[in-house]
Each structure stands twice: as C-alpha cells, then as structure tokens.
C-alpha cells in the first residue's frame, strides 16, 4: 500500500515537475535514486527515465 502511494506521488512528480529523480526519491521517502528505480520495477516492469520520457 505505501509503495503503492510513492509510485503514484512519484509518476505525478515526474509528470508535472522537472526535478531530478534524486530529489524525487527524497521528496517521496527514498534516500537514493536505486531505490526509485527498484520501485518502478518492481511496479510496473519500466524504468523511471522510460516513464518521464514516454509520458505513460
């Protein structure tokens, strides 16, 4: 459930800001970028950077 939330916090982020996935991940809980990307794995089986670029 709580990652379920960051993952959505963190898609917002990406689609609405320019921040770097580094202030992303700390803006979400994370304290490093692998775990964002762990995450976005794990969830939906992309990468962040192909998440921001392809506007899912």
Do not use: H
């Not at 982020?13 to 700390?26: F, K, P, R, V, W």
């Not at 976005?40 to 998440?51: A, H, L, N, V």
């Amino acid at each position: 459930m709580i990652d379920q939330k960051r993952l959505s916090e963190a898609k917002r982020l990406m689609l609405e800001t320019n921040d770097s996935l580094s202030t992303i991940a700390l803006k979400i809980g994370y304290k490093s970028v692998p775990s964002i990307f762990k995450l976005f794995q794990k969830e939906t089986g992309k990468t962040p950077d192909y998440f921001r670029k392809k506007r899912m």
